[in-house]
């Protein structure tokens, strides 16, 4: 499966974005998709994991209640709703996929076989 990941850019703190991420050459229903995102320096980290219904969310703690993850199945899309951003919400953020993932380990990275290119997020104070 292909993913492309799209909307990133520069706002201000306190502001909002919306992430989308799309998906191709698969069955999207059959796949979990994922959040993640790399500051300079760091390590790729878990955002937020959606399970391949849509019926169960998983979030990073630093991000709860910030952000909303969802999918519409119907047109191979995930989005990433972040609201009240932070500067150190900047990163890289990725879309990611992985075939029938087990909601347990849906914070893991090694669950996800597939990765989109990623889009930068810059968060300025």
């Known amino acids: 499966v292909q993913l492309q990941a799209s909307g990133g850019g520069l706002v201000q703190a306190g502001g909002s974005l919306k992430l989308s991420c799309a998906a191709s050459g698969g069955t999207f229903s059959n796949y979990g998709m994922g959040w993640f995102r790399q500051a300079p320096g760091e390590e790729r980290e878990f955002v937020a994991g959606?399970?391949?219904?849509?019926?169960?969310?998983y979030y990073g703690g630093s991000v709860k209640g910030r952000f909303t993850i969802s999918r519409d199945n119907g047109k191979n899309m995930v989005y990433l709703q972040m609201i009240s951003l932070k500067p150190e919400d900047t990163a890289v953020y990725y879309c990611?996929?992985?075939?029938?993932?087990?909601?347990?380990?849906?914070?893991?990275?090694?669950?996800?076989?597939?990765w989109g290119q990623g889009t930068l997020v810059t968060v300025s104070s």
């Open positions: 990611a996929a992985g075939l029938f993932v087990d909601p347990l380990r849906i914070r893991r990275r090694d669950e996800y076989a597939y």
């Open positions: 959606i399970r391949r219904s849509g019926g169960s969310m």
